[in-house]
């Protein structure tokens, strides 16, 4: 009798475990705010236009991008959408893929996703870093 209520304990607690761990879905929802877009420093040679690359780059900080649980974001600056989409993962989670509308689309290499952190990194044309904090508290 002892051993099977052990092994029924042994059974509840992997379940819970099992059951509180999160995708990269459940961790990407919420609000993200774009602290820094910067060149992979390991993969760029700097060129004479890196001054106006980096001024873009530079502008798009601050952004709010925000992702719902129905595979929807939208872009945001002071409150005002300046862009909606949808998203989705690819190759084992891997990868986001931002789709845009009109056949524009993004991917992302995820470098780092947590409850706090979100980076992630261009994979067509110039690769750039993305790095973004937490603003929601869906996500703590």
Same mark, same amino acid.
């Given at each position: 009798? *002892? ?8 059974v ?20 993200? $705010?774009?602290?820094?877009? $910067? +060149?992979? &420093? ?7 236009? =890196? ?25 945001s600056?002071?409150? =005002?959408?300046?862009? %909606?989409?949808? +998203?989705?993962?690819k ?5 986001? @893929?931002l ?5 524009? +689309? ?8 947590? *409850?706090?952190?979100?980076? @992630?990194? %261009?994979?067509?044309?110039? &690769?750039?870093?993305? *790095? ?5 508290? $869906?996500?703590?």
């Amino acid at each position: 009798m *002892k051993r099977t209520i052990f092994l029924l304990l042994i059974v509840v607690i992997t379940a819970g475990v099992v059951s509180c761990k999160k995708t990269r879905k459940d961790l990407i929802q919420g609000k993200w $705010e774009l602290k820094s877009a $910067e +060149y992979d &420093p390991q993969c760029v040679k700097h060129g004479e236009d =890196t001054v106006d690359i980096y001024a873009a780059l530079k502008s798009e900080t601050g952004l709010i991008y925000q992702f719902k649980d129905d595979g929807s974001f939208s872009i945001s600056r002071k409150e =005002t959408i300046t862009q %909606l989409g949808k +998203y989705e993962f690819k190759n084992d989670d891997k990868y986001l @893929l931002l789709d845009y509308g009109r056949d524009v +689309y993004c991917r992302f290499l995820i470098l780092q996703l947590d *409850k706090n952190w979100l980076k @992630l990194r %261009l994979e067509e044309g110039a &690769p750039i870093i993305y *790095k973004f904090t937490s603003v929601s508290e $869906e996500n703590k």
